[in-house]
């Protein structure tokens, strides 16, 4: 059965991150930058939440705060939905779908190791099913 951790071997283990006391703006402008959807928030060496464009919306642009002015504390995602590296694809797939979330942390003990969406989950997915009709296409066509 495969794991995050498999796929994190695919898409590669990088974590964006930035500090709690950041501003929105500038969250938004790395996000940009990186073209990615969310960032990890720290504070000492620890994740304390998760930054994400749904974030933006609801809790800056929705409640009319200003950007510039705003610090990702205040309206960053805590606490955090993480899994460990040995969990399966399926678990995490459900635990995302369960709590509507599209980012989740991969964790090794205290460490963030990585991070998956629900984009790399379905690309996994469609992956792995493409090489299983593969697989069948072969057996059927090289065993008459």
Known sequence: MSTVQDILRHKGSDV?????DESVVNAARLMNERG???VVVMDGGAMVGIFTERDILRRVVAERRDPATTTIRDVMTSPVTCCPVDTTHDECMKVMTERRIRHMPVVQGDEVVGIVTSG???AYRVRDQESTIELMKSYV???R
Request: proline letters at 0%; hydrophobic letters at 50%.
């Open 16 to 20: 964006v991150s930035m500090v709690a």
């Open 36 to 38: 990615i959807g969310g």
């Open 120 to 122: 790399d989950m379905l």
């Open 141 to 143: 066509y090289d065993n």
